[in-house]
């Protein structure tokens, strides 16, 4: 199926605004990727796995495993590193790991990143380059189509922060897929049901190494639990609150924090990688400050996370529409799907 290719037919008319906002030799350095530094975030963040692990089997010091002061925070923790993959996997996406591409190591580490995530690479890669083109449209951006909450409910967005999510959002891959091509389909597939194995598999060896508790800790709670709270806090500081008028405010611009970059892996500044997405993401925190003067010009304000939940939530705004306009009507439907 033929898409629109919306953001970059958007994006046109502000190309030459976009060359000027860095001197061309300080962007070729911030385009510049470096395997070595890709792969020691990689290292770190399957050590930080390894850890969490470690103390939710074992303890840690005077804490016992199951003492609710230890597991809970290495929980919440693993559960963001879990999600976090997908941030590596992005990289490949948009082959910012290596200088130039090499199919078979990029393969490799994308499959990596999406089973210990619990997704299928190839889709993946798919749906997140169609984001990418098809940025603004209701019908083409497969994310704002199929993803995006279509009722303007504070129940029905919490769910989101449930394992409900995972129904959700496998959901909306299922009916994106559909229009691939049959060779994707099926590559798709395969993935899926390998991804499903390890993961059961991994589940199966905790319970019969230490029981459900077990297993709960580890796996269950950190999947489930966690991780559709980080994917939810993540997605609401991408493009929710927008100005639908000006493509250059399609996205939102987050405030800096070495918090979230570490938690989100730098993945929170999404309005600079959208912008510039050969940027590779250990150079993301650069590019957001060096972008300053043309974030003031177009008059785009930071946001910090705490600000974004309590207006989603709390004044219940709706989805991709300008939030600095004012309280959006509650309860109300965000649009009907439109037909595809």
Same mark, same amino acid.
């Given at each position: +199926? ?8 958007? $994006? ?13 030799? =300080? ?13 020691? #975030? ?20 005077? $804490? ?15 559960? !963001?590193?879990?999600?976090? +993959? ?7 996406? &948009?082959? /910012? ?15 990596? #990143? ?13 749906? &997140?380059?169609? &984001?990418?083109?098809?940025? /603004? ?31 959700? #959002? ?10 691939? =091509? ?8 395969? =993935? ?7 993961? !059961?598999?991994? +589940? ?5 190494? /230490? ?10 709670? %950190? ?20 100005? @639908?008028?000006? @493509? ?5 611009? +987050? ?18 990688? *959208? ?27 930071? *946001? ?19 939030? =600095?306009?004012?309280?959006?009507? %509650? ?6 799907? %439109?037909?595809?």
């Amino acid at each position: +199926m033929t898409k629109s290719r919306t953001y970059w037919k958007s $994006l046109a008319a502000f190309k030459q605004e976009l060359g000027q906002a860095i001197p061309i030799e =300080e962007l070729r350095e911030l385009h510049r990727r470096r395997p070595e530094v890709h792969l020691l #975030y990689a290292a770190r963040q399957f050590g930080i796995i390894g850890v969490c692990t470690w103390g939710l089997w074992n303890g840690w010091g005077l $804490l016992d495993a199951t003492n609710p002061l230890l597991w809970i925070p290495l929980a919440i923790l693993q559960g !963001f590193t879990f999600f976090n +993959m997908t941030t590596l996997l992005h990289e490949v996406v &948009h082959n /910012g790991v290596f200088p130039t591409t090499r199919p078979r190591p990029e393969r490799a580490l994308g499959l990596a #990143y999406a089973i210990s995530s619990g997704i299928s690479a190839s889709q993946f890669t798919r749906w &997140h380059l169609d &984001h990418h083109d098809n940025l /603004g449209s209701d019908e083409d951006d497969p994310k704002r189509h199929w993803l995006s909450p279509k009722r303007n409910k504070r129940w029905y967005k919490l769910l989101y922060c449930t394992p409900a999510l995972m129904v959700i #959002y496998f959901r909306a891959a299922a009916n994106e897929s559909a229009s691939y =091509e049959p060779e994707l389909r099926r590559t798709i597939k395969r =993935e899926r049901l390998v991804t499903m194995l390890v993961q !059961f598999g991994v +589940m199966g060896l905790l319970v019969w190494m /230490g029981g459900w508790a077990l297993a709960a800790r580890v796996q269950l709670v %950190p999947y489930f639990v966690v991780f559709p709270v980080a994917f939810t806090l993540n997605r609401l500081g991408q493009h929710y609150n927008i100005d @639908p008028t000006h @493509p250059l405010k399609w996205a939102t611009l +987050m405030k800096a924090s070495h918090l979230w970059d570490f938690l989100f892996v730098y993945s929170n500044y999404h309005l600079e990688h *959208h912008y510039f997405p050969r940027v590779p993401f250990y150079n993301l925190r650069k590019l957001h400050f060096r972008l300053q003067p043309l974030y003031a010009r177009v008059g785009l304000r930071s *946001h910090t996370y705490r600000e974004i939940v309590w207006r989603w939530f709390v004044e219940n705004q709706k989805p991709h529409t300008d939030w =600095e306009a004012g309280p959006t009507a %509650p309860d109300a439907p965000v649009l009907a799907r %439109p037909a595809r």
